[in-house]
């Protein structure tokens, strides 16, 4: 039985990534390895389980925002 794979690939576009990442500093790791190395895509998989292939000599910037759990109802 075969599964189903969807991909996207986007191409010299202006958009924007946003991804769910438990570990920012693992991401930063990650994309700094592929622009230092021979390989120009840095994979990160999100909280979801979803891989991302990100070509590093395309990024123009990085934004982290950490958010804390927010309190919902009568505390």
Do not use: C, N, Y
């Not at 979803?50 to 982290?64: C, E, N, S, Y």
Request: avoid cysteine; proline fraction near 1%; charge should be negative.
């Amino acid at each position: 039985m075969s599964h189903k794979i969807t991909m996207r690939i986007g191409l010299q576009s202006v958009r924007e990534l946003e991804l769910e990442v438990e570990d920012a500093d693992a991401v930063i790791a990650a994309l700094h390895d592929a622009m230092t190395s021979d390989d120009p895509i840095a994979w990160i998989t999100d909280t979801k389980e979803t891989r991302h292939g990100i070509a590093v000599d395309k990024l123009a910037f990085i934004q982290i925002d950490a958010e804390e759990d927010k309190m919902v109802g009568f505390g």
